[in-house]
């Protein structure tokens, strides 16, 4: 079945420092791709998205691009901040389906 | 605009005893979703439901039952509790078929003792 891979944490970084999280995926078909962020205490809520290949999600300063032939979506950002101190899961969505695959999540603290 | 709520935030069962969690959304989404997150793993999905009267199972089923009698309202219950039941419960909803578009509640801590 489909399934995500990404890289474990605990990630810790100081602020202004450069952050890749790594995801990589197995699903049949081509599957859409998510990042989720869940701050201490929240749900969950997407940042951002991509639905094929060669698409760039991008948004509050983090960008991850659909990469099919390494079946990857590794979400990065220039120059973290102690707000972003986060859980990010990859996820993803087969063909059109309402049902979300998740990874296992990779906690980021950020220290000013 | 409360979005998705669910209640309670955080309950402590004894095994055996059931349990109701709730989840309304205000957003008149059909699609609906009760995930379970476990410490250090993603979300699994216990059920979902695209419209009032239809629900179904997801990843993890078992030991749950669900019901949808109103397009807000998705209320998971918990039979008979048991320890490997202790979990953050999540439900979310969506109003278009496809995942970009889900919307998560904060979560019920469930704590089974």
């Known amino acids: 079945g489909d399934s995500v891979t990404q890289m474990e944490g605990p990630v810790t970084l100081s602020e202004e420092a450069c952050l890749t999280i790594n995801c990589t995926y197995t699903a049949t078909g081509y599957p859409s791709l998510f990042w989720y962020v869940q701050y201490p205490g929240e749900g969950l809520q997407l940042l951002l998205k991509a639905t094929k290949a060669d698409d760039k999600g991008s948004n509050k300063g983090f960008e991850a691009t659909y990469r099919k032939e390494t079946t990857s979506f590794h979400l990065e950002k220039g120059s973290v901040q102690v707000s972003d101190s986060a859980v990010y899961f990859c996820?993803?969505?087969?063909?059109?389906?309402?049902?979300?695959?998740f990874g296992k999540g990779t906690k980021l603290t950020v220290n000013p | 605009n409360a979005g998705v709520t669910q209640t309670p935030k955080f309950r402590i069962l004894k095994i055996g005893q059931s349990m109701t969690l709730q989840c309304t959304q205000d957003m008149n989404h059909n699609y609906m979703y009760w995930y379970r997150q476990d410490p250090g793993m993603g979300l699994k999905l216990i059920y979902y439901?695209?419209?009032?009267?239809?629900?179904d199972k997801g990843e993890v089923p078992n030991g749950y039952n669900v019901s949808r009698s109103t397009t807000e309202d998705f209320p998971l219950r918990l039979e008979l509790a048991a320890p490997s039941q202790t979990s953050v419960y999540f439900c979310?909803?969506?109003?278009?078929?496809?995942?970009?578009?889900?919307?998560f509640g904060p979560g019920t801590r469930l704590l089974v003792l």
């Open positions: 996820a993803l969505s087969g063909g059109g389906s309402e049902k979300l695959v």
């Open positions: 979310a909803s969506s109003y278009f078929r496809g995942v970009e578009t889900q919307y």
């Open positions: 439901s695209v419209g009032a009267g239809i629900t």
